[in-house]
């Protein structure tokens, strides 16, 4: 049995009930976080010699040297030819639309010149070296790889280095094949928190990268943390999301394979559908004991359904869209009738798909926009990853004679409010 939460907008305790259901606390306990600081320590102390012995640790490996870690360019290139045609011409379709959707997110620089005849304005520069952190454990990610390489190689980084763990020396050939059509640079065979310190400060063999994007487990989101300052970061990622707000008018069984689709990913996902009609929602549950026993992964559908899944009755759009913008989830589903007339009120999601006939499966694999959302309700702040998590911007400031004597006089007297009178006297040296 499923089960998950069923809740009702207008009972007395909803919004406890709710905000228990919601909670999701991602900072580690401070067993890992001991853990991952020493291992931190250790690649910065120790460089490659750490990263070999912690390889062969976690990994299963036998390795003798550092350089055995890396793949050599023509690897990627064979295992691109060696997969099935109709995986490679998937991986370059998604590709294309991947690449075509986010060359339209470049900036560009500008400036202008004021009546004073001072230049002002902002000049867009690329990352020099960007880091790609890719999961090999319990599942590979190629979509992942094409995803964060794309915007990476949009943007103009110079320098994409990937990391990926080889448990046992297995590489999936998929994730090989996308790094080669994402324009991956070098490829590491490391995971886990070392790897995330070996492209923070680098070692003799893995280049240090100037931001590390992509998902991973509690080890590397906290080695993420840890190493921001030294390094950006794209976010600390949390269990995926799904909400749904159907109005009761899409096919249950839909509904149903939606809201498993981010239930399968782990036994922390989280999947909530509001309905606006009461009789429906009783449909969807049906419909999800029914499908769930011929899911490959039911067990873990069921787990995270029961643990975190809810379906939620609301009487009113209004009240649809208010608990939209309280859970800000990651994916939002809007299976209603005329759903662009609801986009004026949602404020808070990471990624929005409109209509019956699109499922967040597109958008997790080849509609073009980035699957890299905000999770855990960031998405009040935060944004999808894209080409600008790729760019960096520096203010232009040219004065001209005249321009630098009239802005003078106002820096003189804010500076001297201050009390920093070195910068006042530096203003007023050019009256």
């Not at 409109?354 to 499922?359: A, E, I, Q, V």
Request: with cysteine; glycine share 8%; net charge negative.
């Amino acid at each position: 049995m499923i089960e998950p939460l069923r809740l009702n907008v207008n009972a007395a305790d909803f919004n406890e009930r709710l905000d228990a259901l919601l909670a999701w606390e991602a900072v580690s306990d401070q067993s890992v976080e001991t853990t991952v600081r020493d291992i931190i320590r250790q690649i910065r102390e120790r460089g490659d010699e750490a990263l070999v012995e912690l390889t062969n640790q976690f990994d299963r490996r036998k390795l003798t040297s550092a350089a055995a870690l890396e793949v050599a360019p023509q690897q990627l290139q064979q295992a691109l030819q060696s997969i099935d045609s109709d995986t490679r011409d998937a991986l370059q379709a998604a590709a294309t639309r991947i690449r075509d959707y986010h060359e339209r997110q470049c900036s560009e620089s500008w400036d202008y010149t004021d009546e004073l005849g001072n230049r002002l304005g902002q000049l867009v520069r690329p990352l020099d070296r960007a880091g790609l952190y890719v999961p090999g454990g319990k599942a590979a990610y190629p979509s992942s790889v094409l995803m964060n390489s794309i915007p990476a190689k949009v943007a103009g980084v110079a320098e994409l280095i990937m990391v990926v763990p080889a448990p046992d020396d297995q590489l999936n050939p998929l994730v090989l094949a996308a790094a080669a059509i994402g324009g991956v640079d070098r490829l590491f065979t490391v995971g886990g928190a070392q790897a995330v310190a070996a492209l923070a400060y680098g070692t003799d063999t893995v280049p240090a990268v100037d931001k590390i994007v992509g998902p991973g487990n509690i080890f590397v989101a906290t080695a993420k943390r840890e190493v921001f300052g030294k390094v950006g970061i794209d976010m600390i990622a949390g269990p995926s999301e799904i909400c749904v707000v159907c109005d009761g008018k899409t096919d249950a069984d839909w509904i149903a394979l939606d809201l498993f689709s981010q239930a399968e990913h782990d036994e922390d996902a989280q999947a909530i559908l509001v309905s606006l009609d009461a009789d429906f929602t009783h449909r969807v549950a049906e419909a999800m004991e029914r499908l769930v026993v011929d899911q490959p992964r039911a067990a873990v559908i069921g787990e995270s359904m029961r643990s975190r899944g809810c379906l939620i009755d609301v009487q009113t759009q209004q009240q649809a869209i208010d608990l939209v913008n309280r859970i800000a989830p990651e994916h939002l589903e809007l299976s209603v009738d005329d759903a662009d007339s609801w986009l004026p009120g949602i404020r808070h999601a990471g990624a929005i798909f409109l209509g019956r006939y699109t499922p967040e499966a597109l958008g997790d694999y080849c509609a073009g926009p980035n699957h890299v959302l905000p999770t855990a309700g960031t998405a009040r702040f935060s944004s999808p990853l894209g080409v600008y998590d790729f760019q960096k911007r520096s203010s232009i400031i040219g004065c001209s004679r005249q321009g630098s004597s009239a802005l003078a006089g106002t820096a003189s007297v804010l500076a001297r409010g201050e009390g920093l009178v070195a910068h006042a006297q530096s203003a007023e040296a050019r009256l």
